[in-house]
């Protein structure tokens, strides 16, 4: 306990320097007849404080399954959201869709919201657990090396994080509050396929006419992605009996046999044509060499990039298993959907093309990926009931998630990152969206 309030003193003395340049203005800019004028210099004032803010990130270790680290970085950040003067909450898990990998009890979710003089709702959404065990920490901590800042979970999302805090205090500088609402949520289980927070994103979505997702903005080039591929798994255990092997093969049940034939009868499910992909990627089978196994198991990836694709390979998978090799043996199969696809629509791609025009006003290019590659993202669930466009990727640039020592992000695409996502909010709080 005392080490944990000594290190989450630490990482907020880091970020609490930073608060004389987050104060609030009193008064509107000159400027701000000019706004992308103001909004630069902000973003360029505020370069250092969204470093500062990815240290002390960094520095606390929160892993999907670490609950003492979740909740030290979710008060680290909601008392951050309070500073800057929002409406905040620390919501405990509930209704939790339980998956093989789901803890116990999930992290946290950090929700605030920033009420404003228009009728505009705008959404920023990033997460703050990563994929590390407890103790890693030391293998990757925080550093700046040339252009890059290295650091456990800096790209995979602590800066997604800071972006947003900075965002919200960037706007706060040139005293614009032309919103409605402006709501920021923090996840603390995207690792892990947001068992209980899923539902909170997709409720968040409906209410929303944009939904802005920190994740990286790309590798080495800027981009927006409008399409990510939804997540499926099949769990498949089989149970036989056991013998021995070489006195009594006969009297067994070879659960390895059986599970051989189911995965061969299933590997031609993918479907190339429509972007459904089921490869079978993880199996185990028996205890002993001369016993005949009396249990085995498998487990297959799934993506897909339409939801009714999730209930035709869940019907064809439980189809197929009736068909044994071995009539004594017993099968189960479990279907998870840990992610739906997002999918592009006609308003993500106008909002899009006008994310464009504004990077290019700082003399920047933006690609738009609107065809999903085979990730998921929390911005699926967030679009699954949505009334206004989702874009995901406006996060920094980046590289190295979830390895051990190589995890960065790119330094000179913090102003160009911040600029854009607070002229975005500016825009779609005049109504420009397209």
């Known amino acids: 306990m005392l080490r944990c ?26 400027a701000f007849a000019a706004p992308q004028e103001a909004v630069l210099k902000q973003a ?5 404080a969204l470093i500062d803010t990815m240290k002390a990130l960094v520095s606390i270790e929160s892993g999907s399954k670490d609950p003492d680290g979740l909740a030290e970085i979710a008060t680290l950040i909601a008392d951050r959201l309070k500073a800057l003067g929002g409406e905040v909450q620390q919501i405990e898990p509930k209704d939790v869709y ?22 505009r709702k705008i959404a920023l959404i990033a997460h703050m657990d990563t994929v590390y065990l407890k103790g890693m920490l030391a293998q990757q901590p925080f550093r700046i090396e040339g252009d890059k800042a290295y650091g456990l979970g800096i790209a995979d999302d602590k800066h997604g994080v800071a972006l947003a805090l900075t965002t919200v205090a960037l706007l706060k500088e040139l005293n614009f509050k032309d919103y409605g609402t402006l709501t920021v949520m923090i996840n603390g289980d995207e690792e892990i396929s947001s068992p209980a927070s899923r539902a909170l994103l997709t409720e968040l979505g409906t209410e929303q006419d944009a939904v802005f997702s920190l994740e990286g903005g790309g590798i080495g080039t800027d981009q927006i992605i409008l399409a990510t591929a939804g997540i ?6 089989v149970e036989g009996k056991a013998s021995h092997a070489g006195a009594a093969p006969e009297r067994g049940v070879n659960a390895l046999y059986e599970l051989a034939h189911q995965i061969l009868q299933m590997r031609d499910l993918s479907d190339p044509k429509l972007g459904l992909k089921l490869n079978w990627t993880v199996a185990k089978a028996g205890t002993n060499r001369n016993v005949v196994p ?45 992610r739906p696809p997002l999918q592009p629509t006609d308003a993500g791609r106008a909002l899009a093309a006008r994310a464009g025009a504004i990077y290019g006003e700082i003399g920047q290019k933006l690609s738009v990926i609107d065809k999903a590659g085979g990730g998921g993202t929390d911005a699926a669930f967030a679009g699954l009931k949505a009334k206004g466009p989702v874009l995901e990727g406006l996060g920094l640039r980046g590289f190295g998630a979830h390895s051990n020592d190589a995890e960065y992000v790119e330094l000179d695409s913090v102003v160009p990152r911040l600029y854009l996502l607070a002229r975005l909010i500016m825009d779609v709080s005049a109504g420009k969206t397209k």
Do not use: C, W, Y
């Open 294 to 338: 009396a249990e085995a198991t498998a487990q297959a990836d799934v993506r897909m990039l339409r939801m009714a694709d999730f209930d035709r390979i869940e019907k064809t998978v439980k189809e197929r298993i009736a068909n044994k090799l071995l009539p004594d043996s017993k099968i189960e199969a479990l279907f998870e959907r840990r």
């Open 98 to 119: 339980r998956m093989q990998d789901t803890p116990e009890k999930p992290g946290k979710v950090v929700l605030a919201h920033f009420t404003g003089t228009g009728t």
């Open 44 to 48: 360029e004032a505020q370069r250092q």
């Open 232 to 237: 499926g798994a099949v769990a498949l255990k």
């Open 5 to 30: 309030s000594r290190s989450r003193a630490a990482a907020l003395a880091i970020i609490m320097t930073a608060l004389p340049v987050l104060a609030v203005t009193t008064q509107t800019s000159p």
